[in-house]
């Protein structure tokens, strides 16, 4: 984490909605992004990521609400806003006709800032092949492409949608994490969407949980997990319900043993536990994936909980 | 028919019965129009250059549908029907049978509509196009087109299929050859043909087979220092633009001169010859040639030129492709995306234009010039060179073809610009964008519902008339209100603007003062409808001007103007 740029806003998005017809795709979501960080966007699909992102791009019109990407309008002023943008969508959106080269020439003609060096280091990275045309790249080379394009021109602001899907385990683990990780160390900014938490857990300094078009939580990962504690304890008598508990979020027992997700008070939940008699086995941090599933009642893949 | 054969069908229902609807509804447009004309007397020859409307728009409407609207020669068989459980003779014969359906009821609503329309202008029905000589000739073609198209390689099929049919006409007496192609018989091998072949192009295709990889150029090297970086990013725009939508085209154009070419010379070269010889003066039968030639060539570019719009103008196939993300994250605003668009758009309609005249002013005027100095001796060779410099001026009569517009506009139950009309009409509606869309619908509903409902009228004509004024007038407020919004939100600059304003003035008011226009009062009546016409065709091209920013600023922030 990079704490000397952590006060500067990058993008603001203000009560913002979007709706397709029907569909309520974002929902009153209020959020902040600062210089230097690095803010993960976790989500089931089909939960609104993709809707933010592109509203922060200005890709789309916000039903409500206001965004402020550099303290501007991207819709107003595209050109201003995405100048100093790094975007990789999630469907890897290229002209299949395109060479690798082509397309580095194409992109590279729209950013003044553009750093052969650090394309000519990327490219080696990731195994391209210059002469190569996009509709023959499998899934991988395709992100990989997309990734060297948004990244050649040292973005103040990265937006990358799903990242890691299609790479492999090696990639992911260490090239994008890497490259991450150095982008927020220069002091700029990157807004990652994942549904893979153990991904976001390790690269991200901010959380943003988004379900069903609303924001759930957000704030620093280490502050949203300190909120959080899972408690084991033991009751003197067996009950079919989990006692009431200050912030419970989630619990599940064998009637005497139980364990129970909390948010925030910890000391009032070790005290309503004393007043029970219970007696404390376990109290540890839970991973992100418990917090998210005793927040949404659901797991990233949708699944009920 | 099982569930899976039920919603193949139905799925390709579904997708076709629009494109149908709009490539019938344009013809059908055309022909109740064309009541106007056929009130007053009709001779032979427009009789016949009507025929010669039908079939061209019917087989346009043919070709379309198994290209499937996209106007692609690549369209092959829908790829995501390989990954369903369902054997290939299957797939292909319920696509086909379903998409067959769909041509079959679209020829038969305009030959419905021709026939009605020629019986009201008392044609005795023996001198109309036949049910045997019309309907089932273009179904058996759609059936054998259908399944060449699906077929891997298909491209050099195609051509040669193309070169087949040109030699056919070459050397087939005309007066044997369309009989036969209007045959029962050979409608029915075509669709025998076409079902017999079609599972196993599907089949081939299916398997990834690739029949003539052999014949692929090697690859032109291509390293990243070969080429330098764009100048700007309008530069890097406007390559981009014309590599996405144009280079198919311009060939298309240079092919289809080409193939012009070669033709006409063989005309020249040996049937002129044979009619000299036969007591026809050579100044004479050069003459037709030369008309034929400007008409064709004329004909040809301008239906380019139209096609070339539609195909610049036309954007839903970056949008379907996801093209579009990739392209509006740039840091360009909407002015860039649509200046180096239009720039774009003039340039490929440059290149396929006087590429195309260049192609048949050489190919054609020198191959004829020696072909006539070797068979006709001094004085044909005398009146070959007269003709030659005549033909120098091709190129300039290509550059000035816009302008013959109102001319042939005036020849309202000329063939070719009937072909014009439904034309024009098929590319407005395929371009998809909904200010020119709504404009003309504005434009040709009313007349159409009023002659449908009306056509015996008396005031039918003036109805018409006013409407086209009316009409008139709400394009031009309302392209004046879509520009006032484009001026707000900076999308479009002045200068394409008052270009067009003058040219509007220059190609289509000047040749009003000249009395070109003078045919078309007389037919029509109404002394003030040649210049509703002139000004709503310089409204159309305002409005598009206008268009393609508002569109592409509407789709790129996701819906929405304000």
Request: hydrophobic share 50%; glycine share 8%.
């Amino acid at each position: 984490m990079t704490e000397r740029f952590a006060t500067e806003t990058i993008f603001e998005p203000q009560g913002l909605s979007r709706r397709f017809g029907r569909k309520q795709a974002l929902s009153n979501v209020t959020l902040t992004g600062t210089k230097g960080r690095i803010l993960g966007l976790v989500g089931a699909n089909g939960a609104g990521k993709t809707t933010l992102i592109k509203l922060l791009l200005g890709l789309l019109r916000p039903s409500a609400g206001t965004v402020r990407v550099f303290g501007k309008d991207p819709i107003a002023k595209p050109e201003e806003v995405l100048a100093r943008i790094g975007y990789l969508s999630e469907e890897r959106e290229m002209p299949g006709w395109m060479r690798i080269h082509e397309l580095i020439r194409y992109v590279k003609a729209f950013y003044p800032q553009w750093d052969d060096a650090y394309a000519a280091e990327l490219l080696d990275t990731f195994g391209l092949d210059l002469r190569d045309k996009v509709r023959t790249l499998s899934r991988g080379q395709r992100a990989k492409a997309g990734l060297l394009i948004a990244l050649a021109y040292r973005p103040e602001l990265l937006l990358l949608d799903e990242p890691s899907s299609g790479l492999d385990v090696v990639v992911r683990r260490d090239i994008l994490s890497a490259i991450i990780r150095s982008v927020a160390d220069e002091g700029r900014t990157v807004l990652f969407s994942s549904h893979l938490l153990d991904e976001v857990e390790r690269i991200a300094d901010d959380v943003a949980i988004i379900q069903q078009g609303r924001l759930v939580a957000s704030g620093p990962l280490d502050e949203i997990k300190e909120a959080h504690r899972r408690i084991t304890f033991r009751l003197p008598t067996p009950q079919d319900h989990c006692p009431e508990l200050p912030g419970l979020l989630m619990s599940e027992g064998d009637r005497d043993t139980w364990s129970a997700l909390c948010n925030g008070g910890h000391e009032a939940c070790r005290a309503a536990l004393a007043q029970l008699d219970a007696q404390i086995l376990d109290e540890s941090v839970p991973p992100l994936e418990d917090i998210i599933i005793a927040r949404t009642g659901k797991t990233l893949e949708g699944d009920e909980s | 028919m099982n569930a899976a054969t039920r919603t193949l069908a139905w799925e390709q229902w579904r997708s076709g019965v629009v494109m149908s609807g709009l490539i019938m509804g344009a013809g059908m447009v055309v022909l109740l129009l064309m009541r106007l004309g056929i009130r007053h007397a009709m001779m032979d020859h427009e009789l016949m250059q009507m025929t010669l409307f039908v079939t061209s728009i019917a087989t346009i409407g043919v070709i379309a549908f198994t290209l499937q609207s996209n106007g692609d020669v690549d369209a092959r068989f829908p790829v995501w029907l390989y990954r369903l459980p369902v054997p290939a003779k299957r797939l292909a014969w319920t696509v086909l049978a379903a998409r067959f359906a769909l041509a079959l009821a679209a020829l038969l609503l305009l030959y419905g509509t021709y026939r009605l329309t020629m019986a009201q202008a008392g044609v005795s029905p023996d001198r109309l196009l036949t049910f045997t000589g019309f309907v089932l000739p273009l179904a058996g073609f759609f059936l054998m087109f259908q399944a060449v198209i699906w077929l891997p390689g298909r491209q050099a099929l195609l051509a040669l299929l193309l070169a087949v049919m040109i030699v056919l006409f070459l050397r087939i007496d005309e007066r044997v050859l369309l009989p036969a192609l209007a045959h029962p018989g050979s409608a029915l091998l075509m669709a025998v043909a076409g079902v017999a072949l079609a599972p196993a192009a599907v089949y081939a295709d299916r398997m990834g087979a690739t029949p003539f990889a052999w014949v692929r150029l090697p690859e032109r090297s291509r390293a990243l220092v070969a080429e330098p970086d764009f100048e700007s990013p309008l530069a890097a725009q406007e390559w981009l633009e014309r590599r996405e939508t144009s280079r198919i085209f311009v060939y298309i154009v240079w092919g289809v001169a080409a193939m012009l070419a070669v033709g006409m010379s063989y005309l020249v070269a040996f049937i002129l010859p044979a009619q000299v010889a036969s007591g026809g003066e050579l100044y004479h039968e050069l003459g037709i040639a030369h008309l034929i030639v400007s008409s064709v060539l004329g004909g040809a570019l301008f239906t380019a030129g139209l096609t070339g719009a539609a195909i610049g103008i036309r954007r839903d196939r970056q949008y379907r492709s996801g093209m579009a993300t990739f392209i509006h994250i740039r840091p360009m605003n909407v002015l860039g995306f649509s200046g180096s668009h239009f720039r774009m758009l003039g340039r490929i309609l440059f290149d396929a234009f006087f590429g195309a005249a260049v192609i048949l002013w050489v190919g054609f005027t020198l191959v004829n010039h020696i072909c006539l100095l070797r068979q006709g001796g001094t004085d044909m060779a005398f009146l070959g060179t007269e003709y030659m410099i005549h033909l120098f001026t091709l190129p300039w009569h290509t550059a000035l073809e816009p302008t013959s517009v109102p001319h042939t506009m005036a020849l309202s139950n000329n063939a070719l610009w009937l072909l014009y009309i439904a034309l024009l009409l098929w590319i407005l509606l395929h371009i998809g964008n909904r200010y020119i869309l709504g404009a003309v619908a504005i434009y040709l509903l009313p007349p159409a519902v009023q002659l449908t409902l009306f056509p015996y009228a008396a005031s039918g004509e003036g109805f018409v008339e006013l409407w086209l004024g009316i009409a008139t007038g709400i394009i031009a407020v309302g392209t004046l209100g879509l520009y006032l919004l484009a001026v707000r939100r900076t999308l479009v600059s002045k200068a394409p603007i008052l270009l067009i304003l003058l040219a509007g003035l220059v190609v289509f008011l000047a040749p009003h003062s000249l009395g070109a226009y003078e045919p078309i009062i007389q037919r029509i009546g109404g002394p003030w409808m040649a210049l509703t016409l002139s000004v709503a065709i310089t409204l159309f091209a305002l409005l598009t001007v206008v268009a393609v920013p508002l569109e592409t600023h509407r789709r790129r922030h996701g819906g929405g103007l304000i």
